[in-house]
């Protein structure tokens, strides 16, 4: 019977200093000196007050090299002072610890817009909207670093310094790349495109008038090379031999996928913002250029509409008359 007894006890006895482990353990935690200073940097962040939060982060990393929350609020504060660099080193540290910790990748997608690696951005993106689906501003920036790719494409391989320069001097290229059919591609218009200040599109909700207005460059520049892709089949038509209009109508057909992306994202990060569901929209090669032109205008309205900038109007309604402006030449063409 004591033996009985005493087993009872014992087990009393561990069960007590168990709960008094666990309690001094939840204490312990919550007077964290590192989780403090963490904390102190949250605040001094949300307050604008980037190089003091930057300070109590490094502390609290100095303290404890493991905590992932130091890290992700040292990212942003960087971010948010245009250091992109310092900012990707720290979210990539918070992923490295946390390989699911949704708001790194949210914060390295920016900070790699900000860098400029459009294919970064989008894969951090596209992770943090596989981790949380309804991060409208995940959307919007993906979104963003697909027109930016795109644009880096088109411009960068293609524009300025690059193959045109080499079409339009090479004398036995001259003639092969000539004609309506390039004269569209060559088009760049990019002062169509309307993008968010980055520091705003990591912290505010996307405003749906700017994500408008690139669902209507992107329906314009599918257009532009629908257009292409026309008169490319045209001349082929025309002259079976054009071996080079085999070659542009498969490059710009290639060219004219890149902005489903942007469409279906800006589309739903509007829906995100406004609570709405949208109608279904159709785009890519099932949709005529007219009906591309028209959807263009159709959603440069709606900027006009929504928009309370006024910069972001005039630019919506400039981009209008240049529409009118192509569609009449096409016209005259034709």
């Known amino acids: 019977m004591k033996t009985r007894y005493l087993g009872i006890f014992v087990a009393c006895a561990i069960l007590l200093v168990l709960t008094a482990c666990l309690e001094f353990q939840v204490q312990n935690n919550s007077v964290d000196p590192a989780v403090q200073l963490g904390e102190q940097g949250d605040a001094l962040s949300q307050q604008g007050n980037y190089d003091e939060a930057i300070n109590k982060y490094t502390s609290a990393i100095e303290l404890n090299p493991i905590l992932v929350t130091a890290y992700v609020g040292r990212g942003q504060a960087y971010f948010m002072k245009d250091k992109g660099l310092m900012a990707l080193s720290d979210y990539s540290r918070a992923i490295a610890l946390d390989t699911n910790y949704t708001a790194a990748y949210y914060g390295r997608g920016w900070s790699q817009l900000s860098n400029s690696a459009w294919d970064g951005a989008v894969s951090d993106f596209s992770k ?7 991060q409208q501003r995940a959307y919007n920036g993906r979104a963003w670093g697909y027109v930016n790719k795109a644009k880096w494409v088109f411009e960068g391989i293609y524009g300025y310094g690059g193959l045109f320069y080499l079409f339009e001097s090479h004398v036995a290229l001259h003639n092969a790349f000539s004609g309506r059919g390039w004269y569209y591609v060559k088009q760049p218009q990019w002062e169509m495109a309307v993008f968010p200040d980055l520091t705003k599109g990591m912290t505010q909700d996307p405003d749906p008038a700017e994500c408008y207005c690139n669902i209507s460059f992107a329906h314009a520049k599918e257009a532009q090379w629908a257009h292409a892709i026309e008169d490319y089949k045209a001349a082929i038509a025309r002259d079976p031999s054009l071996d080079w209009s085999r070659f542009n109508t498969a490059w710009a057909t290639g060219m004219k996928t890149n902005w489903d992306p942007v469409i279906a994202d800006c ?6 913002v406004t609570k709405q569901t949208l109608p279904a929209v159709t785009s890519g090669s099932s949709t005529t250029e007219e009906q591309e032109w028209e959807m263009s205008v159709a959603s440069y309205n709606k900027v006009i509409e929504l928009s309370k900038d006024p910069a972001l109007t005039q630019k919506a309604q400039d981009a ?13 063409l034709n």
């Not at 943090?128 to 309804?134: I, M, S």
């Open 267 to 272: 589309t739903r990060a509007i829906e995100l």
């Open 320 to 332: 209008l008359k240049v529409i009118d402006y192509i569609r009449a030449d096409i016209n005259k």
């Open 128 to 134: 943090a909207l596989e981790l949380q689906p309804d």
